[in-house]
């Protein structure tokens, strides 16, 4: 089993930045890949980015590509997400993922068998 912890969220005014953080422990050899999820009020949990643990490939909703970029540090078993021009439709709780097998594409939910609590992003206008 993979443990995620998320760091990082809070509360920002459109336009500003912030980094979101991902700490991964336990069972971390087993990791395929790594996503970020989030989920607004009376919404479902959507895709934002992934990232593949072994060549870094990464993977972007079309919503926030060209404003989030996510990154990793394998030898922190850590990753990250850079969220920059935040807008107040990014306001939601985000979730770190993890993907332990090659099975399903990095866009599903149903891909990942371990997330973190989620940390809270808001952005005001």
């Known amino acids: 089993q993979v443990q995620l912890v998320e760091s990082g969220g809070g509360l920002v005014q459109a336009g500003d930045s912030l980094r979101l953080s991902c700490a991964a422990s336990g069972r971390t050899y087993n990791i395929y890949g790594m996503g970020w999820f989030r989920q607004a009020p009376g919404k479902e949990r959507e895709f934002v980015a992934a990232?593949?643990?072994?060549?870094?490939?990464?993977y972007y909703a079309d919503t926030v590509k060209g404003r989030f970029t996510m990154s990793r540090d394998n030898a922190k078993n850590t990753v990250y997400l850079q969220a920059n021009n935040l807008k107040p439709e990014d306001t939601a709780v985000y979730y770190c993922?993890?993907?332990?097998?090659?099975?399903?594409?990095?866009?599903?939910?149903?891909?990942?068998?371990?997330w973190g609590q989620g940390t809270q992003v808001t952005v005001s206008s």
């Open positions: 990232t593949s643990w072994s060549t870094g490939s990464t």
């Open positions: 993922a993890a993907k332990t097998s090659w099975r399903g594409s990095y866009d599903s939910i149903a891909a990942y068998s371990s």
